[in-house]
């Protein structure tokens, strides 16, 4: 049997690297190329492979066409892991946009340019931050929710902008992956000033670096039906790894010998919404498709990942008698930070990020000081349970996708506020003209609005005008009004748009 070529891009990274090593212990069956960035960290890293047959190394830069024509050239797949991520994006924002988008318009130019760009399979992999938070009492979730971007959140604009790119392509197969948070051993270290960011009753479908190693390697097997492609997928280890940012922090924690969170932070360290996460109602699908999950119990999981990081770690517990002095100092020292720390902005009185996260001061100001005042919400994370709530896609989803007519995309539209301007459609992944509820018209295929939950990406996120939004589009409104007041007139200032973590950085 004739080997694959399977490109892979971002194998420098956690994900990618799962991803590869799933790849070369199938290297019998695939021929792999690496695309990544011509480092010294890089080639100590590879060094052990530099030699082997199985592998093609491109060391150079996704956003040089001339390096993913390379790497794309001769692939039977290419999947797309790599670009800049959070803490970087973080702090380079429009660094950010140029290199993700561009990287993926890149790919598409470099398949388009084989000589059979029809036979090339790309995967990309996108990320749960695209829909922003999703709270209770909206915490489940499907593909073709609206997008909505969390304020601040310069690496989900790129990601939504560079899945537009994959999913207007043209290409008759590609398909995005939602990529949720990624439990990995390292992750036991990550005790900074992003941590309070989360909402405490906030939840996230968790997957593992493991079962996501395997669904790269999986989705490239023989057994992935027509039916797959062209669509957009939820990634998560399933109802196992559903939990609440406290449970996490209660695994976290309590893994290290530390303790409950009760006794680390206080409630109003943490905000109480603008992050990112929900529970999949459709995470099913892609375990369907690829049965990538190991389905190892969570609380096995976090004690398999402490026996795989540095000694230092294994003895955190040494300093659970001094619990009262790690949260009046270290814990308590991280919500303090210079522009990112949740006690920093209260301080300050930053308005951008006390509307973002909070609401206002003043909502800040009311929140309980100690636990006992506080209510740890943990809803059931049964998607057969009472407390699920599924939202309005604004079509008739029984009927078959490429079944639907004009009269179907006008009802769709005019649930966005907006209007179909298409007099007839070619198929469900050609690009028709809409109107939205501000006026502006643009193109966009029935199948990234109805099954991606994309819209006019002028006006979304620019300029964060959600509480408008949810007024004038009621497909929107679904995910803003349930965690915002109505009355609510949220303020982000030019801080947001002007690059300036970029400048501070400097």
């Known amino acids: 049997m004739q080997k694959k ?8 990274g956690t994900m990618g690297w799962a991803g590869f090593k799933e790849l070369y212990a199938k290297k019998d069956e695939f021929n792999i190329v690496l695309l990544n960035r011509d480092s010294k960290k890089n080639r ?3 060094a052990d492979y530099i030699n082997d047959p199985a592998i093609r190394f491109v060391w150079g830069d996704l956003t040089n066409y001339e390096d993913v024509l390379d790497m794309v050239t001769g692939a039977d797949y290419v999947l797309h892991v790599g670009g800049m991520v959070s803490p970087a994006a973080d702090y380079y924002p429009l660094k950010t946009q140029k290199t993700n988008i561009t990287a993926a318009q890149n790919i598409v130019k470099a398949i388009k340019a084989q000589p059979n760009p029809d036979e090339v399979k790309v995967v990309y992999i996108g990320t749960v931050a695209e829909t922003g938070d999703r709270n209770p009492p909206i915490h489940w979730a499907r593909t073709g929710d609206p997008i909505k971007i969390s304020v601040y959140d310069h690496y989900a604009i790129s990601k939504v902008r560079a899945e537009a790119v994959f999913a207007e392509s043209g290409l008759k197969y590609w398909v995005s992956l939602r990529q949720s948070g990624i439990l990995y051993p390292e992750i036991l270290k990550n005790l900074e000033p992003i941590m309070y960011h989360v909402p405490i009753n906030g939840v996230l479908e968790w997957a593992t670096v493991e079962d996501s190693g395997r669904l790269l390697a999986n989705v490239c097997g023989d057994d992935i039906p027509e039916e797959f492609w062209r669509n957009f997928y939820n990634i998560g280890s399933g109802e196992e790894y559903r939990i609440t940012n406290f449970e996490f922090e209660d695994l976290l924690l309590g893994t290290l010998g530390l303790g409950s969170p009760k006794k680390l932070f206080e409630p109003h360290w943490f905000t109480t919404r603008n992050f990112h996460g929900q529970w999949y109602y459709d995470g099913d699908k892609l375990e369907d498709y690829c049965h990538f999950r190991a389905n190892i119990p969570i609380k096995q999981y976090f004690k398999d990942m402490m026996n795989k990081v540095e000694s230092f770690y294994k003895l955190a517990f040494l300093a659970k008698p001094f619990a009262s002095i790690l949260k009046n100092t270290w814990m308590k020292s991280n919500a303090k930070v210079k522009n ?9 009185n930053v308005p951008e990020r006390m509307s973002a996260y909070y609401g206002s001061l003043e909502k800040f100001n009311k929140l309980p000081r100690k636990w006992d005042n506080f209510k740890v919400i943990i809803p059931s994370k049964k998607t057969t349970s009472e407390d699920v709530i599924i939202l309005d896609h604004g079509y008739d989803e029984t009927k078959p996708f490429d079944t639907l007519t004009i009269e179907d995309l006008k009802k769709a539209a005019e649930f966005r506020g907006g209007e179909c301007l298409a007099t007839e459609i070619f198929d469900m992944y050609t690009p028709i003209k809409w109107k939205s509820a501000r006026g502006n018209e643009f193109e966009m295929s029935p199948n990234l609005v109805l099954k991606g939950g994309h819209w006019c990406h002028e006006e979304l996120p620019w300029p964060w005008d ?4 949810a007024k004038i589009n009621p497909f929107f409104a679904q995910v803003w009004y349930p965690l915002h007041d109505k009355n609510e007139n949220n303020y982000f200032g030019p801080e947001i748009f002007d690059g300036f973590r970029e400048k501070v950085t400097k």
Do not use: I, P, R
């Open 5 to 12: 070529t399977v490109a892979l891009t971002g194998s420098s």
């Open 466 to 469: 959600y509480d408008t939004e």
């Open 340 to 348: 990112y720390g949740t006690l920093w902005w209260a301080k300050k």
């Open 44 to 46: 100590e890293n590879f």
